[in-house]
């Protein structure tokens, strides 16, 4: 099984700055197909989880361009440019190279 | 648009059985892999089980091995829980796999809740 881990679980962040979620995998998250099937989500308070960033870096339909991502291999990371209210919650990574499984979980706060 | 409605969650006792649905629609729902995923009151989320596009694979956690049996039909992605335990209490959600995009992770339905106890 591939472990996900998450650094940090809590992040409190400042209206307008810039937040960056690490995650890293117990195992290298290329597929044979030499694609790297690494995704980011998000989960609002009694919301369900919603798509962020999928294949590492590419955006989910409709999400700001303020989430990116990046890494590879096994270090991946989620930046969000100047945090918004909209975007405290639960941030997720999930790996879908072999089964599934996802991160701890980092929750992210407003100072 | 893609949507998922998941139902059939309830309240059920430890060793009792559930049927779980999930209906697709937006979309060609036989083309693509599914999974369910849960998440007990207060915590992550973890995967639980992979049915392929075909329904001739399965995959399961180890943690609901040999009790619970993922299946499909034409629209429905199922999932059939048996000897349930208090710590099978979580919200299910259906998850669609998307290879020839390698979109993985999303969109979600709302889920559906299943607590366990006596």
């Known amino acids: 099984e591939i472990v996900m881990t998450q650094t940090p679980l809590s992040l409190p962040v400042t209206l307008g700055q810039p937040a960056s979620i690490s995650c890293r995998s117990s195992k290298s998250l290329v597929y044979y197909d030499g694609k790297t099937y690494l995704s980011w989500l998000h989960q609002r308070p009694g919301q369900p989880p919603r798509l962020l960033i999928y294949?590492?870096?590419d955006r989910f339909s409709g999400v700001p361009d303020r989430f990116s991502g990046s890494g590879a291999g096994t270090d991946f990371t989620l930046n969000i440019s100047r945090v918004e209210a909209d975007d405290v919650g639960i941030y997720y990574c999930m790996q879908a190279t072999q089964l599934r499984t996802f991160g701890q979980g980092t929750r992210l706060e407003i100072k | 648009e893609v949507q998922f409605v998941e139902s059939g969650g309830g309240l059920v006792q430890p060793g009792g059985s559930l049927r779980l649905s999930c209906a697709a629609s937006?979309?060609?729902?036989?083309?693509?892999?599914m999974n369910w995923v849960r998440q007990a009151p207060g915590k992550g989320l973890e995967w639980v089980a992979y049915i392929s596009a075909s329904g001739r694979v399965t995959y399961y956690a180890d943690s609901v091995k040999g009790r619970f049996t993922i299946s499909r039909d034409e629209n429905s992605l199922h999932l059939d829980m048996n000897s349930l335990r208090v710590e099978d209490t979580a919200v299910y959600y259906c998850m669609r796999d998307d290879y020839d995009s390698g979109c993985f992770g999303g969109p979600w339905g709302q889920g559906t809740l299943v607590t366990v106890s006596s």
């Open positions: 937006g979309f060609v729902f036989s083309k693509y892999e």
């Open positions: 294949k590492i870096s």
